[in-house]
């Protein structure tokens, strides 16, 4: 471990990820939502919530930081090397699907995405770009929608649904038409 990596543990963790998942709910439904909007969604002190995040900036961050490393996750756990392309951007949907509240917060808060770590291409998105290549080169995908477009209408397919299932559409529901609107785009001809 680097000199000043804290790794947290049991209950500092268990605090720190409340605090950050009512973050995450809270400021999707209010932007502007401050320290102690966030505490009593949490179900903590104010000054709790100071101990883990001094700053409100301090919050966005690690909430920021909490996406990427969702992303990370899902990324990895859809195993993307694996089976046909069309298969593993589909389990890569399901997988990022289900951190739509992260997402909308991103959305509902647009500040978030023009912060540096947003802007970079990450390994998360060469990964994408080199499965969508793939399902290109093994005929899989149509190779009239470049890369760069698909992965930009992965996002606005997995947005739809987040917001469908927001709006109380079943969530199944949102995910299954996700899913289809995905295959009949990338199918080839």
Same mark, same amino acid.
């Given at each position: 471990?680097?000199?000043?990596?804290?790794?947290?543990?049991?209950?500092?963790?268990?605090?720190?990820?409340?605090?950050?998942?009512?973050?995450?709910?809270?400021?999707?439904?209010?932007?502007?939502?401050?320290?102690?909007?966030?505490?009593?969604?949490?179900?903590?002190?104010?000054?709790?919530?100071?101990?883990?995040?001094?700053?409100?900036?301090?919050?966005?961050?690690?909430?920021?930081?909490?996406?990427?490393?969702?992303?990370?996750?899902?990324?990895?756990?859809?195993?993307?090397?694996?089976?046909?392309?069309?298969?593993?951007?589909?389990?890569?949907?399901?997988?990022?699907?289900?951190?739509?509240?992260?997402?909308?917060?991103?959305?509902?808060?647009?500040?978030? $995405?023009?912060?540096?770590?947003?802007?970079?291409?990450?390994?998360?998105?060469? #990964?994408?770009?080199?499965?969508?290549?793939?399902?290109?080169?093994?005929?899989?995908?149509?190779?009239?929608?470049?890369?760069?477009?698909?992965?930009?209408?992965?996002?606005?397919?997995?947005?739809?649904?987040?917001? $469908?299932?927001?709006?109380?559409?079943?969530?199944?529901?949102?995910?299954?038409?996700?899913?289809?609107?995905?295959?009949?785009?990338? #199918?080839?001809?």
């Amino acid at each position: 471990m680097s000199e000043g990596v804290v790794t947290e543990t049991g209950v500092r963790a268990r605090t720190r990820r409340a605090i950050l998942d009512a973050a995450i709910e809270t400021l999707t439904r209010q932007p502007n939502a401050t320290l102690a909007d966030i505490a009593a969604a949490a179900n903590v002190g104010r000054t709790t919530v100071h101990r883990y995040f001094p700053e409100r900036s301090d919050l966005i961050d690690a909430v920021s930081f909490d996406a990427l490393d969702k992303i990370s996750q899902g990324t990895e756990r859809a195993r993307l090397d694996e089976g046909p392309a069309p298969a593993a951007l589909a389990r890569l949907c399901q997988e990022y699907f289900e951190f739509g509240d992260v997402f909308q917060l991103l959305f509902t808060m647009p500040d978030l $995405m023009t912060r540096q770590e947003w802007q970079e291409e990450s390994d998360d998105d060469r #990964a994408i770009l080199r499965l969508i290549e793939r399902g290109h080169t093994e005929g899989t995908i149509e190779p009239a929608m470049t890369k760069e477009w698909l992965l930009q209408l992965l996002w606005s397919l997995l947005y739809t649904a987040w917001e $469908m299932a927001r709006d109380k559409t079943p969530k199944h529901e949102a995910l299954t038409l996700c899913l289809r609107s995905l295959e009949k785009v990338i #199918a080839a001809d």
